[in-house]
């Protein structure tokens, strides 16, 4: 029978974001027109150049003598694997071979595959995540019976050295980084990531163990001004690098991604041929490869094309304007789709901003900071620009503005009461 206890877990721990998409179309139903932040779904569409790729792909198959669509290697097509590991070389400054390179279906079975070869069921394994952080990854560890430890974040949601060194324990057995983040936008310096490299050397020592590092970079095309991307392949040896095409060319419905090694692994893990090995098993007894169409696309397009992402910069800039004027403190996204931002003061928490924002005719929704890792973010809300039209952004300032009389109006009737 089914475990009662862990079912319950799934339905409760997902109702934040679950809640708001319910919320939405409930409202749209009763005539309302919602001003819509809480989904994260690309709305940008791909590029010219992914839809020419893809024609060309879809005739190769149809004239082929041969069927094209048939099973292939669980990591992937070797030519696939090839231009991956070509574009990701140049892009991270690391040689990569195709035998480091395993195409998945989007960047969450990538996770899946590496929480289930690093979770031990027997020892209750842990993996150490970034809180606020992206709730999905509870899934993906506890679907293999890990547990997930949550390491805070510093003051700015920055890594905190001190907090990831007391969630180290005999236990761990990876970390999950994810930069640029969401929900907070932040993306982690060169610095703080050789500070991280530094921390697990020492670690590793005292406590005779090879702590694994996760990166998930899918954001990592989504960089804003004068920002940039470091990868934490460049400083420490045990370490993978997750990413997808779902947010760069809006392909989250093709479910295409992959997951690199770094080429220093094998020189350093003392169990690499295992681990390596177990990957393609892994994926075959999971999704048994990623979709075949769409990596013989990603080996004519690579992976530096993206979509108009500009897109997104302009409506954070406009959504930062209005915030800022109605009393909200954040800081400004470095990379994503995304503004995490601090209610203003009037507001008790999140929920009772919420309460105000959902109704009227034009209800404001936006997933409460609670849902990204627990009570210390009850006064912050996660605004997604992903999928909202500027109008809708422009409409946002009225909306704030009401609900702020609102709100004081309600405070000073207390008062006098
Ligand atoms: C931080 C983060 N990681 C992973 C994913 C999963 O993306 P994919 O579509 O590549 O599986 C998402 C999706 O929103 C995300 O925000």
Redesign the pocket.
Known sequence: MANKKYLEWIVESGSPIRKMFGLVEEAKLKGKKPINYAL?NPGIKPPKEYYAALREVLLECENSKENLNSYMQNAGYSETQERVAKDLSGELKIKFSKNEIFMTA????A?NILSRVFNNPKTKTEIICVAPY?V?YNYYIRNYNGNLVLAQSDENFDLDLNNLEKSITRNTKAIII?SP??PTGIIYSESKLKELAGLLDIKNKKLNKEIIVIE?A??NKMIWEDNKFFSILNYYPNSFH?N?F??SLGL?GE?I?YFAVNPDFKKNHIDWKNILGAFPIILRSNVINSPGIQQKVIQKIGCNLTSDLGIYKKKIDLLSNILSESGFEFRKPQGTFYIWAKIPGIYEDSSDFMKYAIRGKAPLFAVPGKGFGGRRFNKYLRFSVSDISEEDIQRTREKLNEMNRRKLKSINKKKKN
Not at 106 to 109: F, K, L
């Open positions: 994260g989007g960047s969450a079975n996770l992206f999905e994810n983040n969401n998930d899918v954001y997750v997808s779902s947010k989250a479910r991604g």
